[in-house]
């Protein structure tokens, strides 16, 4: 039973658990003002964003009001503030607003659909959606007697907000994906590798530690699912700001005082670097799957959705290689199917050649292999098997074409195919490809004497081929 926070239709309890995770996250937030180093962060912006945007019908004017009622009470409740609470969350509002609204019109990402270029808007929305945010809260924060001041505090405002976001909204919305990798010990370099450069950028300090990180997240985005290179990225960036603000990472302050240093212009550096190992991984993502598509167009016959001939040798290729294994090959070839095409024309041979490929998956033992060969010849591979129980194999593949007519537009029809069989113990071949092309070459003259000998019929490994007399036989 799968457990769901969350239900499209269950509008009054998506509200409530809203309510009471957004005053949850507040009060965390609030309680990381407390100790320092902790205080550059508020994630209840980010997550609350992440969260429409993972889940668009949730993005209603109703549960932004369970949103702002939900950081009101927090205020209200645990940090003793009244008529302010209600004047600086929306600031927080602000910046969910900006970012679900220009966020939620491309694909979810949940689904893996976000290409390179819904990854990079993440950057100027985040940047729009914390400079509007910073400006309401400086304005609402009241006791600012100057521009500086008001300067400063947009500016530790938007610069929060910013690398808070650029940290975790990749993570929120790869969070939970479903991924395939399987985990290796090695799995565990590029990780080792992100904490060692780590550990060398506080060794070295200076701006230019910063970066030090970059090339173990871009081999985390090459190797290990997204999810794990957002966690990585995301947890890399919250150490840096903490690191430099604790002065374990020592920066040079350069033209800004030493104290906004941290607030500010670190923030601002790290968030830019941020989103680069997700666009990797994105790209890299992309670029599997387009692989993925092109090597199924070519393994497998667009019309059967059986193996083609090329994805056939390609499952050979793969197959383990022992002497002593027995090969068997089917080879069928539909009868008079030049004549099925002219009666009933190309739509009527392609029913046909679909309906014959559902027949013959519906009578092939499991482990076979079923591949459209070739126009309208097929082939079966079976393994392990001796002469008799190819043949029996062969005949019931026969009997499955024959035993029923077809059905097209025009009526009914009847269809038969020709067989040919082959069969050979594996010598010292390095593989199964080369057994194979021995095996089509016998396999077609078990074939060809089958169509010589009055078609609808299978010619056993054990029986003389028929020598070619004609060249073309339907």
Not at 162 to 190: A, E, M, N, Q, V
Not at 250 to 266: C, D, E, K, N
Not at 363 to 369: G, L, Q, T
Request: with cysteine; glycine share 8%; charged share 15%.
């Amino acid at each position: 039973m799968t457990f769901r926070v969350f239900r499209e239709k269950n509008t009054v309890a998506n509200g409530l658990v809203i309510f009471f995770l957004t005053a949850f996250l507040c009060a965390i937030g609030s309680h990381l003002r407390l100790p320092m180093v902790l205080s550059l962060f508020w994630i209840v912006n980010a997550v609350i964003a992440g969260l429409f945007i993972r889940k668009p019908w949730l993005h209603t004017p109703l549960n932004y009001l369970w949103c702002y009622g939900g950081m009101v009470a927090n205020d209200v409740l645990f940090s003793g503030w009244a008529m302010e609470s209600f004047t600086i969350n929306i600031a927080n509002i602000i910046f969910i607003l900006i970012a679900s609204c220009a966020l939620n019109r491309y694909p979810p990402y949940l689904q893996g659909k976000a290409n390179i270029r819904h990854i990079m808007l993440i950057f100027p929305v985040c940047l729009l959606a914390a400079l509007a945010c910073g400006l309401w809260g400086a304005l609402a924060s009241g006791g600012i007697n100057s521009g500086i001041a008001f300067m400063l505090s947009a500016g530790d405002w938007s610069s929060e907000q910013f690398s808070t976001g650029l940290l975790l909204l990749p993570l929120i919305l790869t969070f939970y994906r479903k991924s395939d990798y399987h985990w290796r010990l090695h799995s565990l370099l590029p990780i080792g590798s992100v904490i060692l450069l780590l550990a060398a950028a506080i060794m070295l300090g200076g701006p230019g530690s910063l970066a030090l990180p970059l090339p173990g997240l871009i081999w985390c985005a090459l190797v290990l699912p997204i999810s794990v290179t957002c966690l990585m990225t995301c947890l890399t960036g919250v150490a840096e700001i903490m690191l430099i603000y604790m002065n374990i990472i020592r920066v040079s302050s350069g033209f800004l005082p030493s104290a906004v240093t941290p607030l500010i212009s670190v923030r601002l550096g790290i968030a830019a670097l941020a989103l680069t190992p997700y666009m990797v991984a994105v790209s890299l993502e992309a670029i599997r799957e387009l692989n993925r598509q092109l090597a199924t167009r070519a393994n497998y016959d667009f019309l059967t959705r059986l193996l083609s001939r090329a994805g056939l040798f390609d499952s050979l290729t793969r197959q383990p290689f022992r002497p002593g294994k027995t090969m068997g090959l089917i080879l069928l070839d539909v009868d008079f199917f030049k004549q099925i095409n002219d009666n009933y024309g190309h739509d009527g041979g392609d029913l046909v050649l679909r309906e014959i490929s559902r027949r013959l998956a519906g009578s092939v033992v499991p482990s076979a292999r079923l591949s459209r060969f070739g126009g309208e010849e097929f082939a079966v591979v079976l393994f392990e098997c001796d002469e008799p129980r190819l043949y029996r194999q062969a005949e019931a593949l026969r009997l499955a074409v024959s035993g029923e007519p077809f059905t097209v537009v025009q009526g009914e029809i009847p269809v038969s195919v020709s067989l040919g069989t082959a069969l050979e113990i594996a010598g010292e071949d390095k593989n199964w490809t080369t057994v194979m092309n021995r095996l089509v070459s016998v396999a077609d003259s078990h074939l060809y004497s089958s169509k010589r000998s009055g078609r609808n019929r299978t010619t056993p490994v054990w029986q003389e081929p028929a020598r070619p007399g004609e060249p073309d036989i339907d």
